[in-house]
């Protein structure tokens, strides 16, 4: 079956640590996301890539990076300037905004 | 204030009853999504739409343009109904999505 993979499911760290979380499709979609939930907030975007070899920041790139070197994968690092980095990460991903999103199961990541 | 806002933030509901969860926003869209959010945290895709209504089994999604308005409604609600109902909207020329912050939805049997 086609979806998203995201693992791991939970994710404890110690502070100070850079953490690579990793988001895997074989929906064949061209574009990708990385979103951010904190409790009472709605999902603010990290960063996208509409191709391989190119993404974007969103709303909140500060302290983590990406990369996107294959059509399949799109993995975040929080890196250690990130200066609240536990929350819940989502991976998404679409053909194009007249296809609708994907969404994976999250990650949720606790740093100590 | 929010481009999107949901109302309620919060709805108890008994098996049965008929649910309206309440979705607006201020910016020129694309598209409006529903998604729903069980408590493992994983999203999965309820309707899209960019005008008029969808029906999927007994849910109702419809859509105001005119006056940037949406609503989710759930027919005949049953336990596992029970989730987090999220509004997204796609601003027009672009692929992003903002982010209600949801309405938690909890329907006793």
């Known amino acids: 079956d086609g979806g998203i993979t995201q693992s791991p499911k939970y994710l404890f760290r110690k502070e100070g640590q850079n953490v690579t979380l990793s988001c895997e499709q074989n929906l064949n979609h061209d574009a990708m996301y990385w979103y951010r939930q904190d409790p009472g907030q709605g999902l603010r975007l990290i960063y996208y890539s509409q191709i391989v070899n190119d993404f974007q920041k969103g709303d909140i790139a500060e302290g983590y990076s990406v990369s996107r070197e294959k059509k399949e994968s799109f993995p975040l690092t929080v890196t250690s300037a990130q200066k609240n980095p536990t929350a819940f990460y989502l991976c998404?991903?679409?053909?194009?905004?007249?296809?609708?999103?994907?969404f994976g199961s999250g990650t949720r990541l606790t740093v100590v | 204030k929010n481009e999107v806002e949901q109302s309620p933030q919060n709805l108890t509901a008994q098996e049965g009853e008929f649910i309206t969860i309440n979705c607006s926003y201020s910016v020129g869209i694309s598209a409006l999504h529903w998604l729903q959010q069980h408590p493992g945290g994983g999203i999965v895709s309820l309707f899209m739409l960019s005008s008029g209504k969808k029906k999927h089994g007994r849910l109702i999604a419809t859509i105001n343009i005119q006056e940037k308005h949406s609503s989710l409604h759930i027919t005949a609600s049953h336990p596992r109904d029970s989730a987090v109902y999220i509004c997204?909207?796609?601003?027009?020329?672009?692929?992003?999505?903002?982010f209600g912050k949801g309405t938690k939805l909890t329907v006793n049997p």
């Open positions: 998404a991903s679409s053909y194009g905004i007249r296809y609708g999103y994907t």
């Open positions: 997204a909207v796609t601003r027009g020329g672009s692929e992003k999505l903002v």
